[in-house]
């Protein structure tokens, strides 16, 4: 093991405080999504979901992103940090998914809930995984 797996639960309970403390009032679910027909929308669906626990942080993307990359990001887009690094990229994207499979992130706040995609892969930090999210619109059962 190396120094900063040993500090990742150290890190991850400081990220748990500062939602105990209501400083982390949004509720980030990763949801896969399976549908009993050929594809996406055809037949009934079942999903599994993942609730990102702590909550990690989700904000706009700064003035610093937009312009180190000018048209990578939309207006709605958000950029969800501070993400436990003990998920996998599969747990963040879905992994090698089925015709019939699709995977979308819930963003709840209060009670008002946001369905986004994944915009690229998400971006490996040293204690945190970030990604990029942008809006999708709404279908009946999202």
Known sequence: MTLRDDLQPVIDDARGLVEDLGLRSYTVTVRTRTWTGAAP????????DLVLDPAPKVREPTARHLFAEPGRYQ???????RISRDYTEAQL???TLTAAQEVFWVVDQGGSSQVYAVVGQPEKRNFE???HLRAKARKRGS
């Not at 929308?41 to 599994?48: E, H, N, W």
């Not at 207006?75 to 940090?81: H, L």
């Open 41 to 48: 929308g055809l037949g009934t669906s079942s999903d599994v």
């Open 75 to 81: 207006k709605g887009d958000i950029v969800v940090s």
């Open 93 to 95: 994207t879905g992994g």
């Open 129 to 131: 995984w970030r990604v």
